[in-house]
Structures are given as structure tokens and as C-alpha cells.
């Protein structure tokens, strides 16, 4: 029922913050299931046994198995410069998420396993390309040039991160430490109804492309060593919007 999966792919969408390590992807699912309607609902328990939230790190979990090697299916999205989204690139995510729609549109095709891991994939995917720094650009040069650039050394508030990449995936913590999940709700789920169906419009062609305005501006801002007023005073609203 291509009804049931759109409503679970503008659940997903509908999350107005970009940060998605392990406690932010946890916290985006359970947001998403905050909009669920009660046939999607139920369509997810069909095939899933446990809240959303608890699959929202799966795919990180076993990224290093033979299955998910074998898959092919990147965490990282792909953006040329005049705009354009390579269909036949096995390490671009976006047209990966795009073949999950399309399964789920359709789901009655499929075998249950192919049904429920195509769930899990959207729940873990859609969250990515909206974070700034899982999109490479090809206007930052090939993409190990880009790479070089994601995951540059990084220091915030006088602490060494990972990389520049696993800084913002971890800045809503960064932003509201120590807040649980009933808190961060009531500070980011603020869309209106008519504000979340105005952003689900498109594709994920065009969700991507709408974040590459977002991408540019956090490598404008890149520098070895930052405060931290560079989110709670200067760049907050990035994680926010």
C-alpha cells in the first residue's frame, strides 16, 4: 500500500534537527513515531518487533557485517555540482533510499524480510541525509578530497573529537546535555502539521539537494579548534531547524 509507506517516509522527514549519533538517532526515531498515524503503526508492527527508536542505530550496528557489505548501501549521500544525484554509484545513499520507497510502495511484492529490512533502512537513512556532514559535494573536490574534509581533525571546547564529521553527529547532545527525550521533544517538535507536509514535498532527490545550502555553510565554518559558543551562541540553529 503505497499510502502506508509515504506516511512512514513524512514520519521520518518531519525531524527538524541534524545531528545522529547513537543517542540522536534514537532520539529522531522516537520523535518520528510521535507522527505515525495508526494504520502506519500498525504496518510497522506487522514487521517490526520492538519500537522504531530500537532500530534506529541498526544499521550502524552491523555496518561491518558480509550482509551489509554485500548490500553495497552507503551511510554517505552525494551531491554534483550542477545538482545532479549519480543513479549507478553503490557508495551514494540517496539512490539507495529511493529503491526503499519504491519496495515499500509496493510492498506486497516482497517477501516479508525484504519488507521489514527496507523499513529498517529508511529509519536509519532518511535521518542521514539530512545531517551536514553525511552528504558529500562534489564542488569540495573527489571524494577523497571530501573526506579529507568530513573527517578533519577537530577540537570543541578544548576536547578532541573523533572528527570534524562525528562532531555534528553528536552536536544535539553537544546542544542540550543531559536532556532526555520527553525534554528534547518539547524544545524541537514544533512543526505544524501544514510546515511538515511543506517539507516532505519532493523526492529524496530534493531533500538532498535542499541540504546542500546547509553543507556548504559547515565547511565555511571549519576550523581546527572552537568554543563553545560555536553552537550555543553562533551555529545552534543548524541543529535546531
Not at 545531517?131 to 577523497?144: M, N, R
Request: proline share 4%.
Amino acid at each position: 500500500m503505497r499510502k502506508i509507506s509515504i506516511i512512514l517516509i513524512l514520519s521520518l522527514l518531519s525531524l527538524n534537527a541534524h545531528a545522529w549519533a547513537w543517542s540522536e538517532h534514537r532520539f529522531l526515531a522516537y520523535m518520528a513515531a510521535e507522527h505515525l498515524t495508526p494504520s502506519t503503526q500498525a504496518f510497522i508492527d506487522r514487521y517490526l518487533d520492538q519500537h522504531i527508536m530500537q532500530y534506529s542505530n541498526w544499521m550502524d550496528r552491523y555496518v561491518d557485517s558480509p550482509m551489509c557489505r554485500k548490500s553495497g548501501i552507503s551511510h554517505m549521500g552525494y551531491v554534483k555540482t550542477d545538482g545532479t544525484i549519480p543513479e549507478d554509484d553503490r557508495s551514494n545513499s540517496i539512490p539507495s533510499i529511493r529503491k526503499s520507497i519504491d519496495i515499500l510502495s509496493n510492498w506486497k511484492e516482497y517477501n516479508d524480510s525484504t519488507v521489514r529490512v527496507n523499513i529498517v533502512y529508511l529509519i536509519h537513512l532518511i535521518p542521514e541525509i539530512h545531517c551536514p556532514s553525511h552528504i558529500y559535494l562534489e564542488e569540495l573536490g573527489t571524494k577523497e578530497e571530501g573526506q579529507k574534509k568530513i573527517w578533519a581533525p577537530f577540537k570543541y571546547d578544548g576536547v578532541k573529537q573523533r572528527s570534524y564529521h562525528y562532531f555534528w553527529d553528536s552536536s544535539l547532545s553537544k546542544l542540550y546535555p543531559q536532556k532526555g527525550n520527553d525534554e528534547l521533544l518539547a524544545i524541537l517538535d514544533t512543526w505544524d502539521e501544514a510546515k511538515i507536509a511543506e517539507a516532505c514535498k519532493g523526492t529524496v532527490y530534493d531533500w538532498a539537494r535542499d541540504n546542500v545550502s546547509r553543507i556548504r555553510l559547515v565547511f565555511d565554518w571549519y576550523k581546527p579548534e572552537v568554543g563553545s559558543e560555536f553552537l550555543q551562541e553562533e551555529h545552534g540553529w543548524l541543529v535546531e531547524e
